[in-house]
């Protein structure tokens, strides 16, 4: 299966402190790649690298191109969404305009309209709360609203930073339904960093393990999975 995303001795960080120390990893087309590890390995950096918000050095490729060196405008354009952690809504747009910013680099209003009201078919919830404030939504409803916000600009690749964080079992689990469906039914390939280990385990193909800014495991989901190492320390039995 071809790569969508390639990232190659990926180094990365804050001033002049580098977090990330020659990563190496990809995300297939079509599939779903997650990144698994300890709070402070590296994982948020690493996904703000390959979005361009963050000095970085190394090959970072999408869709066959190079875009180590792009703004984070051009990435977007080219069909990399990302949700970041804290969920980053407008709080004081209401929802149904959070959805409309999601589009903003899409000429096609019609295509707009259709995808709207997709995205009030997977979450019903932010149809019901269309008109109101974003930032008087509940934590779910935030979260659902920023994934919505993203596929809103049809991306070929949707980056995730933990996203269940703090919210209810129950709607982690629809979150995590809806993905799968956006991935199999519309082809969206998917970066996925995720504190529940397991969870993103049985969605994801491919899993790495990051470790004070470095890879130290990585292959097929299953096997990661199987892995008593992994499963100690990350999985908890």
């Known amino acids: 299966m071809a790569a969508l995303l390639e990232v190659a001795d990926l180094h990365a960080g804050y001033g002049p402190t580098d977090v990330l120390h020659g990563v190496s990893f990809a995300v297939n087309q079509g599939g779903i790649t997650t990144v698994l590890g300890a709070n402070g390995a590296g994982k948020t950096t690493l996904l703000r690298a390959v979005c361009g918000l963050i000095r970085r050095r190394g090959s970072v ?65 932010l149809r019901e709360r269309r008109q109101q404030q974003a930032g008087t939504l509940s934590g779910g409803e935030q979260q659902m609203l920023a994934i919505a916000r993203a596929l809103m600009l049809r991306p070929k690749l949707l980056v995730l930073d933990e996203p269940s964080f703090g919210l209810a079992p129950l709607i982690v689990q629809d979150i995590f339904s809806i993905m799968r469906t956006v991935n199999r039914e519309e082809g969206v390939s998917i970066l996925l960093v995720e504190q529940n280990a397991k969870l993103a385990l049985d969605l994801a193909d491919t899993a790495y393990l990051l470790e004070t800014g470095s890879v130290v495991m990585g292959g097929p989901a299953a096997q990661l999975r199987d892995d008593e190492t992994v499963r100690k320390a990350y999985l908890g039995y």
């Open 61 to 125: 490729t999408f869709g066959g191109a190079p875009i180590g060196t792009r703004s984070t405008e051009d990435i977007v354009r080219l069909g990399l969404a990302h949700v970041p952690d804290g969920r980053g809504t407008f709080v004081l747009l209401s929802a149904e305009e959070n959805l409309r910013v999601g589009a903003i680099t899409r000429g096609d209003r019609k295509g707009v309209a259709a995808d709207m009201e997709r995205m009030y078919g997977y979450f019903p919830r």
